[in-house]
């Protein structure tokens, strides 16, 4: 032993120990972070493709349809671990595996430097908050459709105008294709073709309608079932199939309280007109 190392020792015992400890922790989770082929989150690259959207628009069902589109999987069997794999959630893992030269994320966030390409997720804000209500009453949260609505109560990362308006200004000018939830629901042939047009990639009809039916609701409930949850703690077991509700729009005029319907349409009326919703 160096004699530097005999004097730390002597003089604080404990800490040389745990420096000890760290420095063979750090060395074993580098090496598993290489042997794995693992990056960082934050890793990315400038033509990398971000799914953005405010919670419950749609953002998990993209996830699995791009995971069937771009590498050609049978989704009606696949689990959502594999989709998890394909493309990350950014909220949810601290490494990923880079599959090819392009990667895609889901995220949530608002506008931030380095997301240069994103598909941007729109839903009528009132079904996507009811959603939201069910998806943290699920998970035990504490709190009401009102409290969510109007002070923005466990809602992340911001209120769903404040979201929608952060991404329209656009303030680091990403190459956006902007995809409503509704239109996804009606055509999704056609918006499914808009999507590979944009991040230049050619895929058959055949496959796509095949990627579709794959990612009908009732399928994918029955797919978490069978694979035992949605890849994440939070969603295990039979908890994975509560994540996915009724998949339908409009249905915020039979859940949301006349009085909540009123108070969204005032404080978010220019944001529902922009993307063609009825105030």
């Known amino acids: ?23 063979k922790t750090n060395s074993v989770i580098t090496k598993i972070i290489d042997d794995e082929f693992l990056e960082e989150i934050d890793t990315t690259k400038v033509d990398d493709v971000f799914i953005v959207g405010f919670p419950k628009s749609g953002n998990t069902w993209m996830q699995s349809l791009m995971a069937g589109v771009l590498y050609g999987i049978d989704t009606e069997f696949m689990p959502d671990k594999l989709a998890q794999e394909i493309v990350p959630d950014v909220h ?26 994103v598909i941007y997720l729109v839903r009528d804000g009132r079904d996507a908050m009811v959603s939201y209500y069910h998806f943290n009453k699920n998970l035990g949260v504490d709190v009401t459709l009102e409290e969510m609505v109007k002070y923005g109560k466990n809602v992340y990362p911001a209120k769903w105008v404040e ?21 996804l629901l009606n ?14 990639i050619e895929r058959s009809e055949e496959l796509l309608n095949k990627v579709i039916v794959g990612n009908e609701i ?16 939070m969603w295990e077991g039979d908890k994975g199939v509560k994540f996915f509700r009724k998949g339908k729009s409009g249905s915020y005029k039979s859940e949301m309280p006349l009085e909540l319907i009123s108070y969204f349409n005032e404080e978010s009326s220019s944001a529902l007109k922009l993307f063609n919703y009825d105030v």
């Open 92 to 117: 949810a893992r601290k490494y990923y595996k880079r599959f090819g030269v392009i990667n895609f994320f889901k995220t949530h966030h608002l506008p931030k430097p380095n997301y240069k390409k």
């Open 218 to 233: 009732d399928k994918m409930r029955k797919r978490v079932k069978q694979t035992g949850g949605l890849g994440n703690k």
């Open 1 to 23: 032993m160096k004699l530097i190392n005999i004097l730390n020792l002597l003089k604080n015992p404990k800490r040389y120990i745990g420096n000890l400890v760290d420095s």
């Open 163 to 183: 979201h929608v308006n952060s991404w329209q200004k656009n303030p680091y000018n990403a190459d956006i294709l902007i995809i409503r939830y509704e239109d």
């Open 187 to 200: 055509q999704p042939l056609i918006e499914l073709n808009k999507i590979c047009s944009f991040v230049n």
